[in-house]
């Protein structure tokens, strides 16, 4: 059973950085992983994915300001958070899929808070 478990989350001021975290229990094939974020009584929203070649894709709203990356045993995931907004305020998950990223996401962490003050 492939498990996950997100870290680094906290309460930052606006402009601040984090790095969130996302160990992984087993990846032996190198599968699409992913960074969500879901803010209070908003929909879950995509913010990056890592697919098998490595391959990245960013939402709109974070470009240019979120980093994820992958250690080479890709065990670890990483978010970058740089010039951070209130708006970013959010519980942020990790997830992995079962194989290309285009088929979906199906193992999830119990999420890390990122909380921006203004």
């Known amino acids: 059973q492939v498990q996950l478990l997100e870290s680094g989350g906290g309460s930052v001021q606006a402009g601040g950085s984090l790095r969130l975290s996302c160990g992984i229990s087993v990846n032996p094939w190198g599968n699409c992983m992913g960074w969500f974020r879901q803010a209070p009584g908003r929909e879950r929203e995509e913010v990056a994915t890592l697919d098998k070649d490595g391959s990245t894709t960013y939402a709109d709203s974070v470009k240019g300001r979120f980093t994820a990356s992958q250690d080479s045993a890709k065990t670890t995931l990483y978010l970058y958070i740089n010039s951070l907004k209130p708006e970013d305020t959010a519980m942020y998950y990790c997830?992995?899929?079962?194989?290309?990223?285009?088929?979906?996401?199906?193992?999830w962490g119990q999420g890390t808070q990122v909380t921006v003050s203004s």
């Open positions: 997830a992995a899929g079962g194989s290309w990223c285009l088929y979906g996401f199906k193992y």
